[in-house]
């Protein structure tokens, strides 16, 4: 069946609306970042950078690793970019463009995310490294999509029984990370964690500047949340989306957090630009032994 022209979006030169790529500029390995210049902190390490395209918030450079072809994309901040940059990512190499039409067989993908993130437990140091075992996303993205075959609910409703969570927000979803790309990234270097993927910076972080917050007690009730001994170790903006999206897609995605922040002990990295470079350098050396 064709998928009609306001449902798949292309630009003149046949690129995908947002992202602005042809899919012969896009790698099967793609690293997300969020920072669009951070695209570059990445790719000065490449061999070789084979195409550059801009377009709003979505920078994508393509290029070579130790051999390995890699895509970077910056995403922007927060799982609204996400819902674009998956879809569009799957619609490059899983819809022939030109036909408007699926292709029989699904191409999967590898979507490393590189991010900063905040501590929630006062044990975990700034300037280390977490690789998301699972993302919970307070945002609501993945509850518009026929989704609950890919989310673990028990883990989503103990949470929100913990927090007594208001009917006014949106029901917590929780989906894993593929589980041999986390084995892969796993080591003395990175922790594995549980990753809150939430729809702000400040209110919905418990961060107060001027406004007073809902419920004040919200980030001690994540810190004291246990269930089947698994604890909420950060907070971030996108790894729900992505693993949500990316199960639903059929891609493997995990997400690497380097610890800026630490909300429980206030904190604050004192060099974040040093800590996201070593965070790049161990992911590309690990991503080159895919
Ligand atoms: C907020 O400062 C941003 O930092 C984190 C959050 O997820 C949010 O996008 O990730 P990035 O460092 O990848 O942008
Ligand atoms: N990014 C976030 O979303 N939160 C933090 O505390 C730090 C980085």
Redesign the pocket.
Known sequence: MKIAESELILNSDGSIYHLNLLPEQLAPTIIT???PDRVEEVTKYFDTIDCIVRKREFHTQTGSYKGKKISVISTG??TDNIDIVLNELDALVNLDLNTRTKKATVEPLTIIRI???GAIQPSIPVDSFIASGYGIGFDSLLHFYDSKHVQNQSLSQALQTHLDWAQDKSSPYAVAADQELLSHFIDDTIQQGVTITNVG?YGPQGRVLRLPLQDASLNDKITSFTDNNLKITNL???TAGIYGLSKLLGHKAISLNAIVANRATGDFSKDSTKTIDRLIRYALDKIALL
């Open positions: 970042v969020g920072d901040i927060g991010g900063t993130s910076f971030e903006m996108e």
